[in-house]
């Protein structure tokens, strides 16, 4: 029987659950040699399925760096059962979509089909991972291709950006590493380098086959047991890694370039790993924050104070907070572009964005709170929307979190976060806290060095 105080709370309870959003439930399946299976059936006729692998720049030497994206490159070459043509050509034979991508933490092999090509995808993905027979020729082809990619990535501002960030946040420590390594390496990788870290790190239990769409689990569990069942639980002797921690040191990086009209900055505080029973809260920081662009209309219109500040004045081009978690820790901060012809409005800019951020910590209202709530929930919501977009989360989720957590749990938790679990969040992070500072353009001398930046992280309290 319900207590009288839990009756009287059921139209509350019905009411936040009934905002919560349907999911199909996620089957999980653990193969004995602990390759697993995670799949969402979501209907339709076709489905998104792929390997997620738990590897990435984190996990090389300074010795590798960039091998781990070499071997992405590296798995479409040929196998010992298809040539790159032959691959290519099934490929476009099954009207389907075959990619792969590397990052700090994850390399992802994935594959989006139509429903009755599931089972080949599941094979020709084996296949990639397993049997790739990374030829010399292949390798020294592939070096100009990527050397042409890292020019491609220099000319990225924001890209560089966080590479220096990520540098100077973890000095001296495998987050500081760049996913593409530096040019000397890749200009040496050899065939023996990409053997070597496929042996130390493609073993099953940091392995998962996520999918979403028309699948079934069943047959999923089946494929794999078939394709995926003799993947080695262990590294063979001689190749063992022992996991380091990525430490958080307060530092910066200015790369001055007087022929550049913008500057570009990237401020970042210490933010918090994917387990973090705090994450959440700090995403719904980063809600409140909101964004800016002065080419985009709607920002005009935030109800962010920040944002609106910045349309009322000529401080900056955009604005953008961010909240980038991995396995150990994470970053939090603004990534903000501004023209640097006037030094007040350059320290006004910063001024205005560090106070916001700090104000933070002194508590919102219940009614921003709400809206950021909403904005928080209707991003996550979008970040599903799509098989391989739920493929993604599900992966991502296995790898990070060792489960899927649902919508509706997800939802729930950032639910239950009120106003003052929130500021002691910000408080955590962001009060008389170091900070990691990188930044690219002209007149950067008229930013304040990182000692200013670092004041700007708490107010004299009366």
């Not at 069943?218 to 921690?245: C, H, M, N, R, W």
Request: one cysteine or more; proline letters at 4%.
């Amino acid at each position: 029987m319900l207590s009288r105080g839990a009756a009287r709370n059921l139209p509350t309870l019905a009411r936040r659950f009934s905002s919560l959003p349907a999911q199909a439930p996620t089957a999980v399946t653990s193969l004995p040699n602990e390759f697993r299976i995670a799949s969402e059936n979501t209907g339709g006729e076709t489905a998104t399925v792929g390997v997620w692998i738990d590897t990435g720049s984190r996990y090389e030497s300074d010795a590798n760096n960039g091998v781990a994206h070499f071997l992405e490159h590296m798995a479409f070459k040929g196998t010992a059962k298809r040539s790159q043509m032959q691959l290519e050509k099934e490929v476009e034979n099954m009207g389907a979509h075959l990619n792969a991508y590397t990052s700090r933490e994850q390399t992802v092999y994935y594959a989006k089909v139509l429903k009755k090509d599931v089972p080949k995808a599941v094979e020709m993905l084996s296949d990639i991972l397993l049997n790739s027979t990374f030829s010399k020729d292949a390798v020294e082809r592939e070096r100009d291709v990527i050397l042409r990619e890292m020019q491609e990535v220099d000319s990225q501002i924001e890209e560089v950006v966080f590479d220096r960030l990520h540098e100077v946040a973890f000095v001296g420590t495998p987050l500081a590493r760049t996913i593409l390594g530096p040019e000397e390496n890749i200009k040496s990788i050899s065939v023996d380098d990409i053997v070597n870290y496929v042996k130390t790190h493609y073993t099953a239990p940091r392995m998962v086959l996520a999918a979403s769409g028309a699948v079934d689990h069943d047959q999923l569990v089946q494929l794999s047991a078939e394709y995926f069942g003799g993947v080695p639980k262990t590294a063979p002797p001689g190749f063992s890694f022992e996991y380091e921690a990525s430490l958080f040191s307060g530092a910066e990086v200015r790369d001055h370039n007087d022929d550049m009209e913008v500057g570009h900055f990237a401020l970042a505080f210490e933010g918090l790993p994917w387990t973090d029973p705090d994450v959440f809260g700090l995403m719904l920081c980063q809600s409140l924050l909101g964004t800016f662009d002065r080419k985009s209309l709607a920002t005009q219109f935030s109800s962010s104070p920040l944002s609106s500040e910045l349309a009322k004045q000529n401080f900056a081009h955009t604005m953008q907070p961010f909240c980038t978690c991995y396995n150990d820790t994470g970053l939090f901060g603004v990534y903000m572009t501004s023209p640097m012809n006037d030094k007040d409005m350059v320290s006004e800019l910063f001024a205005r964005v560090q106070e916001e951020i700090v104000s933070l910590t002194t508590g919102v209202s219940d009614q921003d709170l709400e809206r950021a709530k909403r904005q928080l929930k209707y991003n996550m919501l979008q970040q599903v929307d799509g098989t391989s977009q739920n493929a993604e989360e599900i992966g991502r989720q296995m790898l990070t979190f060792g489960r899927r957590m649902s919508m509706a749990e997800t939802f729930a938790r950032i639910d239950g976060i009120d106003a003052e679990n929130l500021q002691r969040v910000a408080e955590k992070v962001i009060w008389d806290q170091e900070v990691a500072f990188a930044a690219i353009g002209p007149n950067l001398k008229y930013t304040g060095d990182l000692n200013a930046l670092r004041r700007g992280t708490y107010w004299n309290r009366m």
